[in-house]
């Protein structure tokens, strides 16, 4: 055991192993950091645990179908006084972010017509939209997947 061997490292095989590292990050999925578009919505805090689903299993769906990254603002990071929490889709495309978007505003849709009334109208839910016909309920993004 001879401790000169422990000082003599250079820190070139680290910043070698930490190269290497960097492309196999999960992030790599989503393409290289240069080529990502990034949009902020807004949507209603009470519609946050509908969009996440049981276990997360709404986002899951939503983020494998679209090839987009959503990432939802935390309840303790909201400005005071607002009801909004901002959500961040971060994908390769433009298009993966118009069609990450468009699913969570159905939702968002659906989930407000389905707490403000029993009665209410349900305008756009019809079609399904984004959704391809996925009937309202909780049980819609097990038959998205």
């Not at 000169?4 to 992030?27: F, H, N, R």
């Not at 969570?104 to 349900?122: D, G, N, Q, W």
Request: aromatic share 2%.
């Amino acid at each position: 055991s001879k401790p000169a061997t422990s000082s003599s490292y250079t820190p070139k095989p680290v910043a070698q192993i930490l190269g290497q590292m960097a492309g196999s990050t999960p992030l790599s999925a989503y393409g290289s950091a240069e080529q990502q578009v990034e949009e902020k919505i807004g949507v209603p805090n009470g519609v946050v645990g509908y969009i996440i689903g049981r276990g997360g299993e709404s986002i899951t769906s939503m983020q494998r179908r679209t090839g987009c990254r959503v990432q939802i603002q935390k309840e303790h990071e909201m400005a005071p006084g607002t009801a909004q929490r901002v959500i961040t889709l971060t994908a390769p495309t433009a298009e993966s972010i118009a069609q990450c978007r468009g699913i969570i505003e159905e939702m968002v849709k659906e989930r407000l017509a389905s707490t403000a009334s029993a009665s209410a109208p349900t305008g756009g839910m019809v079609g399904g939209g984004a959704l391809g016909g996925v009937g309202p309920g909780s049980n819609a993004t097990a038959q998205m997947a």
